[in-house]
């Protein structure tokens, strides 16, 4: 069986997705998230330029060796442009091949280790108190595991924060939540090393699953730094683009749980071989799922984590759980749900009694995309932050 059509769908309920379709002689459709969150138009154009044309006429069956293809014919390979499109390609057969077999993607990969995936939910707010609120809201709505953003607490600013003030804040949060709830702090990799370490080992007593993005993604020689003065697990790499940039972390005994995002990485194949890495190091999975990851791609997330042993706990995109109106949605461009249920069908749903997100088991994927919606919402140039330090030089966010 051949891909014998293609097309690239950008669409924006309220925020820009970029879709891939593959269409077989015998008229079976895969889809494929090809969104670069500020960099769409980048992908869109490799897609319709380079890749697809390339791949028109080889077979569907053969998916790791269309990984392969598109990974190292490039010649100058990886990147998150180039794994994007990858990706979705990567996705868009997998969806092919579950419906060919009339059988969910996560029956293809080995079947199900788990009945669910075990979520976290971001408890965000404009000051620490709004926080407290919003982790009581989330405990309420069943959510067992609440992720924290530093900069809701201190400002962080020069690579450095108040650990003592950010100790203090972070404590309240746990008297008022008592001792049960498991908590994330995610530092979206803007500590200097040693603020990182001196932060991971003012938190250790406080419980939590893990310190996410303690330092910067370019040099994970600095995640050892927080290694020696803290048992505090880490989570890093939700900003690597490749399978070959988990292998040192993993092997070096960096991290307790890899954040690999299945659009930018390469799609559910390089999610895959990251998970397998992993598994011989007792290391977990927390797959990245930011809300430019759409219902599609969420839905190949979720395909793989319910399929790998060593599945550790999933990320929820905003939209799953925000109102239309929210001032979270505001702030952050976020999609608007009512408009993304209309573009997209078949979005895994929340089932909040246990704290799991799952998935049934239509073939393929499960996600629908109505075309006609879609083509409705024209892309909005949304450009990313551009955060400055108050002195004028940048700064992460
Ligand atoms: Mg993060």
Redesign the pocket.
């Known amino acids: 069986m051949k891909i014998a059509d293609w097309s690239v769908l950008t669409t924006c309920p309220g925020r820009n997705y970029v879709l891939v379709k593959l269409v077989t002689p015998d008229g079976t459709v895969g889809w494929g998230d090809a969104t670069l969150n500020g960099r769409e138009r980048a992908v869109e154009a490799t897609l319709e330029h380079h890749v697809l044309p390339e791949i028109a006429d080889r077979s569907v069956d053969r998916i790791e060796d269309t990984w392969q293809t598109l990974f190292r014919h490039t010649y100058w390979r990886g990147g998150p442009v180039l794994n994007t499109a990858l990706a979705a390609v990567d996705m868009a057969l997998w969806d092919i091949k579950g419906k060919r077999y009339g059988a969910p993607v996560y029956d293809l990969l080995g079947g199900r280790t788990r009945n669910g995936a075990r979520i976290y939910q971001h408890c965000g707010g404009e000051n620490p108190e709004a926080v407290i609120d919003t982790c009581t809201d989330v405990l309420d709505d069943g959510i067992s595991t609440l ?1 924290l953003r530093i900069d809701d607490f201190v400002d962080v600013e020069f690579g450095t924060t108040n650990v003592a003030m950010l100790r203090t804040k972070v404590r309240d949060v746990r008297a008022a939540i008592g001792t049960d709830p498991w908590l994330i702090l ?1 530092a ?1 990799g803007q500590l200097d090393p040693a603020v990182a370490a001196r932060t991971a080992s003012a938190l250790e007593d406080l419980g939590f699953l893990f310190f ?2 303690p330092t910067r993604p370019e040099d994970i020689d600095q995640l050892s730094r927080v290694r020696e003065g803290s048992t505090i697990p880490l ?1 890093f790499g ?1 900003v690597y683009t490749s399978p070959w940039e988990y292998r040192d972390l993993i092997e070096r005994d960096l991290v307790d749980y890899v ?1 690999p995002d299945v659009v930018h990485t390469g799609g559910i194949t390089a999610l895959r071989k990251i998970a397998i890495l992993a598994e011989h190091y007792s290391v977990r999975t927390a797959f ?1 799922a ?1 809300s430019d990851v759409s219902p599609l791609g969420f839905a190949a997330t979720l395909h793989t984590a319910l399929s790998i042993p060593n599945f550790g706990i999933q ?1 929820l995109p905003g939209y799953l759980y925000q109102d239309d109106q929210s001032a979270y949605q505001a702030e952050y461009a976020l999609p608007v749900p009512s408009q993304l249920d209309t573009v997209f069908s078949g979005v895994p749903e929340l089932d909040t009694d246990d704290s799991v997100i799952d998935i049934d088991d239509t073939p393929g994927l499960g996600v629908d995309i109505d075309e006609e919606r879609a083509r409705e919402y024209d892309y909005v140039r949304e450009p990313l932050p551009k955060p400055r330090n108050g002195d004028g030089s940048v700064r992460d966010w």
């Open positions: 992720r995610d979206h996410e993005d989570a939700e954040r990245h930011p990320e």
